[in-house]
């Protein structure tokens, strides 16, 4: 028989699940996959909360098989994932980092808070990606890492930085944070750098409420990471009987995730086929909608290099006042709409000592809006969507 706690846990994760249904067309929604309840349950009555259990364990190795990964770390964030990624780096001051101007604040700040000098790469003119030919002028003798951001899990060209950066010496990081399920040349985004960074936010195609992977290709860094992912000790060789005590060996933090987080996770793991499946067929009814019927806007631009995973649906408008005037339209028919990021090479904490120009970045800034997109978006919501963005 459950005792109380579990019990009012088990109510409360019944009406959360059943709270699927909106007034509006909201711009994310999760997924309520079916074993999450069963997994929380489970946790609980195990009384294990705090992680390192066994569904973090099999979370990791989900990573470690699909990347091809000798090391993935299951953190509480995408965000600890990348501070993690600058630890390993040893990043001091003096050192600089490249990363787009066009990203999340957590990809610029795991880096400024070791106190690298920061340098923006513009995005594209046609796309919020960065290339090789947006980093070449960043690059100097300072230069430590390079961090991609593979946008809306559409692939950055990433051979030609891969080549650069390995004649240089310089350590490649993917923020894959839009990127599972995605594809370059037929690998997995998140295998290709010397580190990988993961989110699964609730806003992500698959997420646990907050949560991250640090997935390591470069095996020179997994014996450090592991320390650091545990506050900087060796507590994980102690635990696993390698060590009769363990030690502070590093600088490190408390990055693990929660067995809460992993049982959630790893429920909707076991569906991601199914989850992008759906995702993609409203994918394909926004591109067969509008593909032809956009006057004063462009669909997002598909490379052959790459095949993306649905992570974020936008539409480029040709002004800031008509993104505007269609943000206004589709709040008007109850359906939420939004722009994304704001360049970082401007923002008020940066911008005083910066000198770096980003004008595609700033344009995508203006002009990027995103539209509703999740795996249970019924397809005749996505024709009323459509319809209102025709209309303008």
Known sequence: ???????????????????????????????????????????LEDGILSGGGTFLKRCEHWFEEILTSPKALLTHSCTGALEISALLLDINEGDEVIVPSYTFVSTANAFALRGAKLRFADSLPDHPNIQLETILPLVNS????????????????????????????????????????????????????????????????IGCGEGGILAIQNEEFIEKAVWMYDKGTNRQDFLAGKSIDYQWKSLGSSYNATELQAAVLLSQLEESDRIFSMRQKV????????????????????????????????????????????????????????????????SPYIASHNNDFCPNAVSIEGRLLRLPIYSGLDLREVDRICEVVMGI
């Not at 909106?22 to 309840?37: G, V």
Request: net charge positive; glycine share 4%.
């Open 1 to 43: 028989m459950l005792n109380t706690a579990v019990y009012i846990t088990k109510q409360i994760i019944d009406i959360t699940c059943s709270l699927n249904t909106f007034a509006i067309i909201p711009l994310h929604q999760r997924h309520p996959s079916q074993n999450e309840k069963k997994y929380l349950l489970q946790v």
């Open 142 to 205: 300072k230069t430590r890492a390079i961090v991609v951001v593979h946008y809306g899990g559409m692939a950055v060209d990433m051979d030609p930085i891969l080549d650069f950066a390995k004649e240089k010496k310089i350590t490649v990081i993917e923020d894959a944070a839009h990127s599972i399920h995605a594809n370059y040349k037929n690998k997995p985004l998140g295998s290709l750098g010397d580190l990988s960074c993961f989110s699964f936010h609730d806003t992500k195609p």
């Open 283 to 346: 994918w394909d009814r926004y591109i067969f909608n509008l593909q032809h019927h956009l006057k004063y806007a462009t669909l997002p631009k598909q490379n052959s290099f790459g095949n993306h995973n649905t992570s974020i649906f936008y539409i480029l408008c040709d002004s800031i006042i008509r993104k505007q005037e269609l943000q206004k339209a589709l709040a008007k028919n109850d359906i939420q709409s939004a722009g994304h990021y704001l360049c970082l090479h401007q």
